[in-house]
């Protein structure tokens, strides 16, 4: 799938924090940020399939 911008806002402190974790990860904090979403997203699919 292609890659589209998204702009959004974030407290800087968390901004700061999740840059320094990519660091570490040798990775990008937009990849981090959308690891997450994926995860909060499919973990929201499967509790409305349970109801």
Do not use: C, H, P, W
Not at 8 to 23: F, H, M, P, R
Not at 34 to 49: A, F, P, T
Request: aromatic fraction near 4%; proline fraction near 0%; charge should be positive.
């Amino acid at each position: 799938m292609a890659r589209k911008k998204f702009t959004t806002s974030l407290d800087g402190e968390v901004i700061k924090q999740l840059k320094l974790q990519a660091v570490k990860e040798n990775t990008d904090a937009s990849k981090i940020i959308e690891k997450l979403v994926k995860e909060y997203l499919q973990k929201m699919s499967d509790l409305r399939e349970r109801d």
